[in-house]
C-alpha cells in the first residue's frame, strides 16, 4: 500500500485533526506531493484490528437488553421493539445482538402475536460475563492478536504486556461474579 499523494479533501469536523496527524478522511497517510513511502498499515486499520481493546456497544446493549427483559417480565414475553424504545437502541441492533444470545441459551424467543424473549434462566443464574462472551465480545486490553504472537514487531511483548494482560484478566474475574439480579438490586461490588 502507499500513501496517498496531494493535498486530502474531507467534509468532517476532524479534518484540521487529520491535517495535524496527516492522514486524509480515511486515515491513509498523507504526503506533500512527489513524497511517496510505503505505508504498511494505515491508522484506522490499526485502529480496526485493535478495536478488542474496549468493549463495544454489542456487548454493552446486549446486558442492557436483558436487564430491562428481567425487570420488565411479567410472565410474558417482551417484544424487542418495547426493549428498543425503553433503551434507546435500534431494534435492527438488538435483533443482531439476539440472534446470538439465543443460540447460546441465554434467551428463549416465543413467535407470533404476544411473542417475544424470556431469560432461559433466573435473572440471579445469567452472569454479565456469559452475556459478553455470547454475542463475541473479547475482554481483551492487549494488543496482542493470540498467545503465540507478541504486542509488537518480531512477536515481541511490549513492556506493558503484562499490566495489561493482568487488568483483562481482573475485568474477567468481576464480570463473572456479577449476575442480572445483582445490576437490577444495584449490589455491586
Same mark, same amino acid.
Given at each position: ?69 428481567? &425487570? ?23 435483533? &443482531? ?8 441459551? %441465554? ?70 461474579? %456479577?449476575? %442480572? ?6 449490589? %455491586?461490588?
Amino acid at each position: 500500500m502507499r500513501a496517498k499523494r496531494g493535498n486530502p479533501f474531507c467534509l468532517s469536523a476532524k479534518k484540521e485533526i487529520l491535517k495535524e496527524r496527516k492522514m486524509d478522511c480515511r486515515g491513509r497517510l498523507w504526503l506533500p506531493r512527489n513524497d511517496v513511502i510505503p505505508v504498511a498499515m494505515t491508522f484506522l486499520d490499526e485502529y480496526k484490528k485493535n478495536k478488542h481493546m474496549m468493549l463495544t456497544t454489542k456487548g454493552r446493549y446486549a446486558v442492557m437488553a436483558l436487564v430491562d427483559i428481567a &425487570q420488565n417480565y411479567k410472565g410474558k414475553p417482551i417484544g424487542l421493539a418495547e426493549v428498543a424504545i425503553r433503551q434507546n437502541i435500534t431494534l435492527n441492533y438488538l435483533e &443482531q445482538i439476539f440472534t446470538k444470545l439465543k443460540p447460546a441459551g %441465554i434467551v428463549n424467543s416465543t413467535r407470533g402475536p404476544g411473542g417475544g424473549y424470556v431469560l432461559a434462566e433466573l435473572p440471579e443464574k445469567i452472569k454479565i460475563s456469559q452475556i459478553i462472551d455470547a454475542v463475541e465480545e473479547e475482554i481483551k486490553i492487549t494488543r496482542c492478536t493470540s498467545a503465540d504472537n507478541g504486542c509488537i514487531v518480531k512477536k515481541a511483548k511490549c513492556v506493558t504486556h503484562d499490566l495489561w494482560h493482568g487488568l483483562g484478566g481482573t475485568i474477567r474475574s468481576y464480570l463473572d461474579n %456479577i449476575s %442480572i439480579s445483582d445490576v437490577i438490586s444495584g449490589d %455491586i461490588k
